[in-house]
């Protein structure tokens, strides 16, 4: 069977309108798709209006939250999008995007881009302004060539046009998501780059604070990523959950769609939500 529980529409920083995604999705083969949009439950709300037969919608949101001095993502799956926890949550996410992208922009207009803020709005639309929005706007301008150098010299952590956020705590977003009925899943557990030892220490509180999933795919992997990822779920009891990340169809992202028999037996989050 092939699902996806990670993907990007244009309600976040996809480029697909939610319909067209899921769409896309049945086109490929698949039986369910999650769409998982930064801090937002509008690309599934939207979707959820034109239903298309033969393919499974699952509620989805990739929530930013703070560990320590790192940005953790968190993927709701399943959860009820009119639970007022949660609405109260991506209330505050909001907030706290607009406060970024206005520093951003004023940090952008400094170095000599302005016009940053009007820019990403425009590609954002009503949706939450993201960095990529920045990225695409600085191309566009042609201050840089690529969105990849965009984040290298301008909005990658720690460069000069970026800003770091008090996001909410990891245990605070996860409970909203349990709060919410919702499976709680650690999105990309390799792409933070910490020790063997450090995501345990991340996994353990994860699960403390109620998480029960976690990526064994996300995107492109190679085969030993994947084989450590399982391994990591079984040490730390967590289900393996698996999705593309798909934003938009460009050659380095990968294609929606994930054979779920790369679990191999193991205890799965679709189990828990198809
Ligand atoms: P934000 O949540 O607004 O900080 O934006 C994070 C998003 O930026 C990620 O979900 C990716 O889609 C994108 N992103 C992060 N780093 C890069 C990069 N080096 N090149 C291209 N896109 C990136
Ligand atoms: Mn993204
Ligand atoms: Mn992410
Ligand atoms: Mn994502």
């Known amino acids: 069977m092939l699902i996806d529980f990670h993907t990007h529409s244009n309600a976040s920083d996809g480029a697909l309108p939610p319909v067209e995604l899921v769409r896309r999705a049945k086109g490929l083969g698949l039986q369910a798709l ?8 509008a690309g599934w709300r939207e979707a959820s209006k034109t239903p298309v037969e033969g ?10 939250c703070r560990w320590g001095g790192a940005t953790i993502h968190v993927v709701g799956l399943g959860v009820d999008g009119d639970n007022p926890r949660l609405a109260a949550l991506l209330l505050q996410l909001d907030r706290l995007r607009r406060d970024r992208a206005a520093k951003i922009a004023a940090k952008l207009d400094k170095l000599g881009m302005p016009g940053a803020i009007e820019g990403a709005q425009l590609l954002a ?6 960095r990529p929005h920045f990225a695409h706007w600085l191309v566009s301008q042609g201050y840089v060539e690529t969105v990849g150098k965009a984040f290298d010299k301008w909005l990658g952590d720690g460069k000069p046009g970026d800003s770091k956020t008090q996001w909410p705590q990891l245990d605070e977003s996860v ?4 709060a919410a009925g919702g499976v709680a ?32 795919v996300n995107g492109r992997q190679s085969t030993v990523d994947i084989t450590n990822l399982k391994r990591l779920s079984q040490e730390m009891g967590l289900a393996v959950s698996v999705g593309s990340d798909f934003h938009r169809d460009w050659v380095y992202g990968a294609e929606l769609g994930v054979d779920t028999d790369i679990a191999g037996g193991l205890p799965t989050v679709w189990e828990m939500l198809l």
């Open 175 to 178: 409970s909203a998501i349990t």
């Open 55 to 64: 393919i499974t919608l699952v509620p989805g949101v990739e929530l930013s």
């Open 34 to 41: 999650a769409i998982t949009d930064h801090d937002t439950l």
């Open 125 to 130: 639309g009503d949706g939450p302004i993201c």
């Open 185 to 216: 899943t650690l999105a990309h557990p390799l792409k933070y780059r910490f020790t063997r030892s450090k995501l345990r220490a991340l996994c353990s509180d994860f699960t403390t604070a109620g998480g029960s999933g976690i990526e064994i």
